[in-house]
């Protein structure tokens, strides 16, 4: 993995900036190797702090929103950076019937810490995301090359389905109980 990665994006302060900075963030973690668990950890993050800080905040000046990333050897910081509003970030308090609150629990929960720092420019809230590191997983070589695995004559409908090769690692498609994986074909990954 390369421990050197980091992005910024200078986005309009609008909610669609939640769907392009969570798409960057996506592809540049799995570019350089980083777990889906964790990139779905900081995907969730990252979205949280966007909607938090357009829905609380005000732009930075040019009417934007900052969003970074760094990755390092055992966690992906992401921050968000606006310009400020009338309160700092804090645990909302949901009742059990209101649809809103719980982003910074999400936040806490998903981080291994997060924090806010300001200055005269405005408010950055950011999280540290554990990097989880990738587990082998041993699959028999000529299962891999045929992309198939498990099942009685190599029928693939066995216990482990139909196989994806995804960058020199088999993986277990989603759709092992479509057609492909039940009558054995060999098409399509």
């Known amino acids: 993995m390369e421990v050197t990665e980091s992005s910024a994006l200078l986005l309009p302060f609008t909610a669609s900036s939640v769907g392009v900075a969570r798409r960057h963030l996506v592809s540049d ?39 970074a990333w760094d990755l390092d050897a055992d966690s992906v910081r992401v921050a968000v950076s606006d310009g400020g509003g009338p309160t700092r970030p804090e645990f909302g308090e ?7 609150g719980r982003g910074l629990r999400i936040v806490a929960r998903l981080s291994r810490r997060w924090g ?31 992309g198939l695995t498990g099942g009685a004559g190599g029928r693939g409908g ?10 020199g690692c088999a993986q277990r498609s989603h759709l092992a109980s479509g057609p492909a ?3 054995g074909s060999a098409r399509g990954a």
Do not use: F, K, M
């Open 181 to 183: 994986a039940r009558y």
């Open 116 to 146: 806010t720092d300001s200055d005269g420019e405005g408010t950055t809230v950011w999280a540290e995301v554990l990097v989880v590191p990738l587990q082998a997983v041993a699959v028999p070589a000529v299962a891999a090359e045929s």
């Open 158 to 167: 066995g216990r482990w389905g139909r196989v994806r090769q995804l960058s």
């Open 29 to 67: 973690l799995t570019e350089a190797g980083v777990g889906a668990s964790t990139v779905t950890d900081a995907a969730l993050v990252i979205s949280e702090l966007l909607s938090n800080a357009l829905q609380h905040a005000e732009p930075l000046p040019g009417a934007g929103i900052r969003v």
């Open 94 to 100: 949901p009742t059990p019937t209101t649809t809103g």
